[in-house]
């Protein structure tokens, strides 16, 4: 939950991005709030179909470079690993799309800015590439076996 007042201190969406305002708010909000977790579910989301890579890229790449510098806050690791990801979820979203060459660029950036990713990163982009569902099979097998405790 986040009190009214809070967008006055944040601002708006960036309607100049044409993906991933949400996140660029977020962001913003976290280098001024703290975060909480609340256990509890308090929506059900559907989720579409992927839009085209292409699409997504531009905004990821432009939030990436809006919040270098106060990502530091967090720490370096914080800021290596985050990037990371955002490259690895780039790189999975171009196999899906079968633009390998500019998938494996995004993975070698990725693994340049933090080559210590967890082995479900690997199986998220083996599933990209080869449009299997292991790492949701794998994740539903762990749930399994540890009873529904997470």
């Known amino acids: ?4 007042s809070a967008y006055g201190d944040v601002g708006l ?3 100049t991005l044409t993906r991933l305002e949400d996140w660029d708010w977020l962001l ?4 001024k709030y ?3 977790i609340v256990e509890e ?5 559907y989720m579409g179909a992927m839009p085209p890579t292409s699409r997504v890229e531009a905004p990821t790449l432009a939030i990436i470079q809006r919040f270098l510098l106060p990502m530091t806050q967090f720490g370096r690791l914080f800021r290596r690993r985050a990037i990371a990801l955002q490259y690895m979820l780039l790189a999975a979203g171009f196999f899906r799309d079968r633009r390998f ?3 494996f660029l995004y993975f070698l950036k990725g693994l ?9 990163t690997f199986v998220f982009l083996l599933d990209s ?13 762990k749930r399994r076996l540890l009873g529904g405790a997470q």
Do not use: K, N, V
């Not at 340049?112 to 479900?120: M, S, T, V």
């Not at 590439?129 to 097998?141: K, P, R, Y």
């Open 41 to 45: 579910p308090l929506a059900h989301i």
């Open 13 to 15: 969406y960036d309607e």
């Open 101 to 103: 060459a500019r998938g």
């Open 34 to 36: 703290s975060l909480a």
């Open 129 to 141: 590439l080869l449009g299997t569902s292991l790492a949701l099979q794998a994740s539903q097998w």
């Open 112 to 120: 340049a800015q933090y080559p210590l990713q967890r082995p479900g």
């Open 1 to 4: 939950m986040i009190r009214r």
């Open 28 to 31: 913003r909000f976290a280098l």
